[in-house]
């Protein structure tokens, strides 16, 4: 079930590696089964590839020490943060060692004055927001799961309010790695644009830890809008949902989210959030701006989804209110997996442009239902990103294949649409044959790229490039 | 004066693509003195390098043909647009071919639903936006020239909407290009966002023709705003005005415009364009959003400005005098030379943390007076990025040698307050010793790129990396 294949083990230099490791971090090595298994792959239905080691590093310096140690013997280094990829970044198909920065969690500077700061990669995105908050500053990017800033950047994460604020592309504003090659780079300097030489922190943003581990990033902050207001509003059907959703973008909203819930979704998430919305396709938004500019923007939205049949339109009176609600699509993937318990969620992540997502999240409804498979749907509809989440068993091997039939079909309707068979999640192990249908002769490029910085493919190999 | 660099040129095989392009493109391969020295450098003070022939491309497969034919020869290409750099981008220190895109200039589809664009590298910004207007759409990226969108990809331009709208690197979503071997890559689909893989979107924009010439851009585009307000505002000394923006980004006021002109430039523009502004620092300021968001976002301007003692603060009433005043700001660069009839303008680019932009500029008057030099500054002040533009007389040696002085303070300036030394006219020749300060072993990174995707170095060379 999912990707398991694996490479060739280099077990002479692994081996050498372990010894030279333990006499440099002592306890900080950690070689226990439970250890290394949590630190492979484990929240979807990929197979876990466990590292041979982890190392709990603290420093630049430190991860610096392993990287040369692991490259002196050619063996692999994966890049470890939450571990809550889905994509099997964290995998070790061909062994190695495991850099987990997760106690490298410091905010070593904010700026409010410039709206950035400065964090190490093991900080997560909730535990920088509230560092913040007491400046009145916040950092948009919200995948679901409370992830580590440095993978977040390794594999060019976003979330609901991508829409107004973009994704990680668009708010590192420079990072600081270790290269395979143990040397350190700070990829650009702290002001606002720049046009000097090449976009090394757009390259290392997304590039999965292939090329490098990132050990410090520069982020843009924003400040907390001084009115915020959530609303959600049902409508008849997904097509609906989805051409109001492209009315918005047309009218050029400023929306900060706009997320999509299927008739299937809602159901899951009043079960499980105790919540009593409509069980038809929901439209969930919120607002930023001034006081007059968020009621202006919310009576905008109330006109357009009228013309689409959108009904029981409510703004959240109060922030207990607005917390519930956006809890609740937070909660969503939970709310999914209750649907059937036992099951696993199988993600998929496509994205299209906007004026062909009602298209693509019919069809794939009708796929999903034609093929007997239970995949309710979340998007991000506002940027045309969508996951349809297939509930398998993980016994039922016709089930498993119908899926895997499900996931294929679907990375090649988005690819067909002039979109992608990745919005968020990124390419890891399994997307790598849609990489190369998604972007032709452009993957070539990028071995390119990777060979010359990685010419001993020691960085999370087995990712992104294809075999 | 300027950067006189020659490299070595490869005569055999200069004059064997000459014959093979002659066969291949007759008339459209020009090699007359007049159009060669056209195609080098002509805007600043940096030296004329014409290339030996100039090829006049129609399509893509074009395009792939004379790269093919000079890879062949180990003979250097370079991508040439409207020519309207500023850093000698297109200047041929070691000869060979420029490829001139201005014939590839359709604007190839226009999805106004999805707000994006697909061109030709030679659709200039002006010619887009005439093409755009009807649909009710526009490109918001604006350099002073009218330059092509190639080349305003290739340098990762922007300009004075980039503190709402962001730089090239926001607003490309692909790009097609041509690689020095002759393949032809997309570089993404056209989802809104993607995490497909390396970014190599955002490693074309920016690489300045030295890894492949870009043959179409797609782009993202804006609706033209239901409100669009201008207003201008004095200030008593160049520190309150940037006081100002500073209050104004940390407020997060979305203006779309704040432009810095410091009193010598007010005094320029007052005589070339026949305004009667007071002359002392001023800003230019623009507002975009609905009629109401607009009145809001001015009213708070104006007690932002209050503080700083702002004073004179009025919005234009109609459009005519909104095109007036930004018609005087884009003539800028043309009303500081009328100051000093003969001389020639040295643009300087530096950004800076905009908590670091008041101190920048003070120190900046002050040191081009300690040397005895007229450098007025315009400011794209809310991305803390600005141009002091010294007025050289080309004669005279004494004041070429302290303008050489005063440019390379300038960027040690910047680099020594964790800025850049070019916000947005990129490296080209002049700059490369400064990227090096300023990126140290990150520009070894940006080699090894280069070589891999050009080992021959064909792409235009002598460009972005150090000799």
């Not at 692999?76 to 964290?90: A, D, K, M, Q, W």
Request: glycine share 10%; net charge negative; hydrophobic share 40%.
């Amino acid at each position: 079930m999912g990707q398991a294949t694996a490479m060739t083990r280099n077990e002479d230099g692994i081996g050498a590696v372990l010894g030279v490791l333990k006499q440099q971090f002592a306890d900080r090595l950690q070689t226990g089964d439970a250890i290394r298994e949590q630190h492979g792959h484990t929240t979807t239905w990929l197979t876990n590839q466990p590292p041979d080691g982890v190392v709990f590093a603290q420093s630049t310096a430190e991860v610096a020490e392993v990287i040369k140690t692991c490259a002196a013997y050619k063996v692999p280094v994966i890049p470890f943060g939450t571990g809550t990829s889905l994509e099997g970044h964290v995998n070790a198909p061909a062994g190695g060692i495991s850099i987990d920065v997760s106690q490298m969690n410091k905010v070593i500077a904010v700026n409010a004055a410039d709206l950035d700061c400065r964090v190490q990669p093991g900080v997560t995105r909730m535990a920088l927001n509230t560092h913040l908050r007491d400046q009145g500053l916040f950092f948009p990017i919200d995948p679901g799961a409370d992830a580590s800033i440095g993978g977040m950047a390794a594999t060019r994460a976003s979330g609901t309010n991508a829409v107004r604020y973009g994704t990680m592309k668009d708010n590192v504003i420079s990072v600081e790695a270790v290269m395979p090659d143990g040397r350190i780079i700070r990829t650009a300097s702290r002001a606002r644009k720049s046009s000097a030489g090449y976009d090394l922190t757009r390259l290392m943003v997304g590039s999965e830890g292939t090329l490098g581990v990132i050990t410090e990033v520069t982020l843009r902050l924003q400040g907390i809008p001084e009115a915020i207001s959530a609303a959600s509003c049902s409508f008849p059907s997904v097509k609906a949902a989805c051409e109001t959703v492209m009315a918005v973008i047309q009218y050029g909203l400023p929306v900060a989210r706009i997320e999509l819930l299927d008739a299937m979704v809602v159901r899951a998430v009043n079960a499980y959030s105790k919540l009593s919305l409509p069980e038809t396709p929901l439209l969930l938004l919120e607002f930023h701006g001034s006081e007059a500019g968020v009621s202006e923007q919310a009576q905008t939205f109330g006109t357009l989804a009228d013309d689409f049949g959108g009904t029981g339109y409510a703004a959240t009176q109060t922030l207990e209110e607005r917390n519930r609600l956006w809890q609740a699509r937070h909660d969503a993937y939970w709310a999914m997996l209750a649907l059937r318990p036992g099951c696993k969620a199988v993600a998929t992540d496509v994205g299209v442009p906007i004026s062909r997502l009602a298209e693509a999240v019919v069809k794939t409804n009708e796929k999903s239902a034609e093929l007997g498979l239970i995949a309710p749907i979340v998007g991000h509809a506002g940027d045309g990103n969508f996951h349809a989440s297939v509930l398998v068993d993980p016994q039922d091997a016709d089930e498993i294949a119908r899926t895997e039939s499900f996931i294929s079909w679907l990375n090649d309707l988005a690819i067909s649409l002039d979109g992608t068979c990745t919005g968020e999640h990124g390419i890891g192990q399994g997307k790598r044959p849609y990489l190369v249908k998604e972007l032709g002769a452009a993957v070539d490029v990028m071995g390119q790229l990777k060979r010359a910085i990685d010419p001993n493919n020691i960085m999370n190999p087995g990712k992104i490039l294809p075999a």
